[in-house]
């Protein structure tokens, strides 16, 4: 069955757990015994509907204050598809939460509450999807009941993003406008009648029509080794196999590929999962392989096909999403994890700080604080294998982690 | 040879990369085993991993000494045909140790101590990551965990500060005397599971499949009978039912569930039409809304 990884997005008030609980409600995932925990918690505290809040917010701390602190991962399926949805908080200080919600996921939906039209919010939802490339977003124009289901309201919103959208880099993202009413369930899963001028698909609809095998299948295949199987044992006593996941392309056997750093060419001999031999592999799976060759590969080194060769490199240009609390700095040091390879870098410079509502940046900045986002350059301890985030989503992006705390602290998108 | 083009399902591929990721960043990995669906699971997927060699780490089981027959005889026949290292603690040197206090009365559980014998298993080996079968679909908060949980040197997960975990990247940096619990099937669901064990046609305990068993009712709930470590009032009666075990954990804590499924194709498509979820069968979780997330806090697993 296909899987589709998808993020929310919306401000505080904006109906996203409704939207979330009326999917899982109108789909008959929520079984009898969530479904009557829900009902006597929102007769508990005086609610006269049902609160879906309580089956998305996991954390005591999330339910005392009524609001998605930390991303929260939930799963449904209809017979063609299996969604995980990653519900992520709305409020600005939990951005770095949105990002990671973002950052695993293939389509985005974000709301908008149609009285309020386009807040300061929804920039930043739409920065974020934008910056991490996020190829599949809807914007759900929710509360379409409480605007007498009007057109104008929803042709509003529309030409507001859509003015946003022209502000974008990434001009390949294709923007879906649904209008909703997440509370009566219109056009969510079922479509709605309440909205005859509308004739779209649901947001299931929609999200059922993805075209999965599409996938984020890119030309170069790229093939960061994780580890190298050495059994030793009678029967495979000169079994040397490379262990990894294949992002981007494909393999097959007989391939001319080179081993990086060292630039070494090799044949791959076989390609193997568990007791099984395969000629050819897709993207996205892992696997272990043997080459004819006996060269010397270890854990972070990259097997690519010979020709389709990375940029190998000690300095970077990138744009940072920051998410500690101890902001960045100008010649700070940190350690920067690159896929399954790792590193030490020092910041040459912060270069601005980028506004999430597209309105421009502010040059030379003194540092970078949490949830801001912003240009940098680095120094890399030793060369790594990347190539832009445009071109390879997997190879162009990294995380720095902060050597006193150990935090995860950045995630950057390499330019 | 096969002709085949390989295409490892997402879910699939991504908990072999986890488990590999494990084993390159952690010194002292550990599996944690407790003979249910979900760490039989597990034990397949760190196979196909690091196959044709062993798997790198060994299985631990806290043992509550409130298991069914069934599941440690399925325990140690499965790490003989395999060849693993299995290391099993009992809670019960605790609890005669007077390090924890066993409960009593009618909802009476050792699920919890186990938390106390898994910290101190923890120190004797100085296991830097635990592996375990965990679910985000299982409960609301297992649903905020990450696929890296740290936990501080008292085993607490500290839920309002969680690393963000960004694409593929896991961050296994930890000081000395924390530890990482491990989830690589975080994103499966209990259908996913059935059907990967169909799939594969992996061996599980018998008490999974429909069989005959004395029983009674509680709370709407139906215990074993035959064991004297479930409590039972003298006016529960005993009747014999056919039932399943949907989860499989402590036997005080775990209800059956009537069902006829004998195979495990009758199991993938009872599962489907199921209207009540997994953990609807287990009591320890609805000791308050918050329960999961309190034993989480405290080093539970």
Redesign the interface.
Known sequence: MNVLKLATAGSVDDGKSTLIGRILYDTNSLTEDKLQAIEEKSQQRGFDYLDFSLATDGLVAEREQGITIDVAHIYFSTPKTSFIIADTPGHIEYTRNMVTGASNSQASIILVDARNGVVEQTYRHFFINNLLQVKEVVVAVNKMDLVDYSEEKFNQVKGEIKYLAEKSDYKIQRITFIPISALHGDNVVNSSSNIDWYSGPSILEYLEGLNLEEKENYAQARFPVQSVIRPKTDEFHDYRGYAGKLYGGNFAVGDRVTVLPSAIESTIKSINFFDQEFNEVKSGSSFTLTLEDDVNVSRGDMIVKSGEIPHMTKQLEATICWMDKSPLKASDKYYIKHGVNDAQVKIISLDNIINTDFSGRDENPSKLSINEIGKVQLKLSKPLLVDRYKENKSNGAFILIDPKTNNTSGVGFIN | ??????????????A??IL??V??QFEKPVLLFSGGKDSITLVRLA????????IPFPLLHIDTGHNFPETIEFRDRLVKELGLELIVRNVQDNIDAGKVKEETGKYSSRNILQTETLLDTIAEFGFDACIGGAR??E??????ERIFS?RDDFGQWD??N????????L?G???LGQNVRVFPI??W?E??VWIYIQKEAIEIPSIYFAHKRETFVRDGFIWSANDEVVYRDEDELIEERTVRFRTVGDMSCTAAVISDASNIDKVVEEIRA????E??ARIDDKRS??AM?KRKQQGYF
């Open positions: 040879m096969s002709t085949n083009i390989l295409s490892v399902g997402a879910l699939e591929s991504e072999i990369y590999r990721e084993v390159a196979q196909k991993a690091f196959y044709p060699a062993k985000r679909d409960e609301k908060a297992r649903a905020k740290v839920e309002k969680q690393r963000p975990e960004l694409f593929d990247m961050n940096r930890i000081d975080s994103n669901t259908l996913d199921s209207k009540i979820s953990r609807g809304e918050a997330e």
